[in-house]
């Protein structure tokens, strides 16, 4: 196989290289991951990181002829949770999901039109806390173009895609740190064009380059 980052960045309509870099995620998603994990959990005490409510989202690599591209929203103004903030399209378990995977497709489709049935799932990546209260599960998976999108206005301002090179560089990876409310906050940031990609989202492309690279933060 060539090496990842060509595969990643000429697509073109070469289905063996399409094929070969599906299975390559697939077998590194599959893998223990033997790479530190960096999330939410360092600002929270054990009594929040148990009280934290399930929740999903999915990492969605779409592969378009110029290289893969990682899907990305950003949420509405008026939001209650992480307004304004770009994310992955995702939310809470509901009782009636039977997993994780479940949750994330069908917010997918809730929030942005994606039909769950041109996600082809590749793995998952480990739990992410966010201090907010939540466990999040992050689900990779690989979507084929043409696809439409049907964007929810209540929850979605906007969609846009971001090369999956971009966030090969770790010297993009920022880590960062605040006081908010008295209290330290420590996060990853990645800036990208006009947007502040942070949190969570930052945190969990940190977390899919490093397991997929097997890196060593």
């Not at 770009?86 to 997993?99: A, K, M, Q």
């Not at 906007?158 to 920022?174: Q, S």
Request: glycine fraction near 6%; aromatic fraction near 8%.
């Amino acid at each position: 196989m060539n090496s990842v980052p060509d595969l990643i960045e000429r697509l073109d309509q070469d289905a063996a290289r399409r094929h070969d870099l599906r299975e390559w995620l697939k077998d590194r998603l599959t893998e223990p991951a033997d790479v530190p994990h960096f999330d939410g959990r360092i600002m929270m005490t054990p009594e929040a990181c148990a009280r934290a409510k399930p929740a999903a989202v999915l990492v969605p690599l779409v592969a378009r002829p110029q290289g893969v591209q990682v899907l990305l929203t950003r949420r509405t103004e008026h939001l209650s949770d992480h307004a304004g903030q770009i994310s992955f399209p995702g939310g809470r378990v509901e009782h009636h999901d039977t997993s994780e995977v479940v949750t994330a497709l069908r917010e997918t489709e809730e929030e942005i039109g994606l039909p769950r049935h041109q996600v082809h799932l590749l793995g998952t990546l480990r739990e992410y806390f966010i201090p907010t209260g939540y466990r999040v599960v992050p689900v990779v998976g690989w979507i084929e173009p043409p696809f439409q999108l049907r964007i929810d206005p209540s929850e979605v301002a906007e969609v846009f895609e971001v090369p999956l090179a971009y966030f090969f560089n770790p010297a993009r990876h920022i880590l960062q740190q605040d006081i908010k409310e008295g209290r330290m906050r420590q996060y990853y940031a990645i800036p990208w064009q006009q947007h502040n990609i942070w949190g969570a989202t930052a945190g969990i492309l940190v977390d899919l380059y490093q397991v997929l690279m097997g890196v060593r933060g």
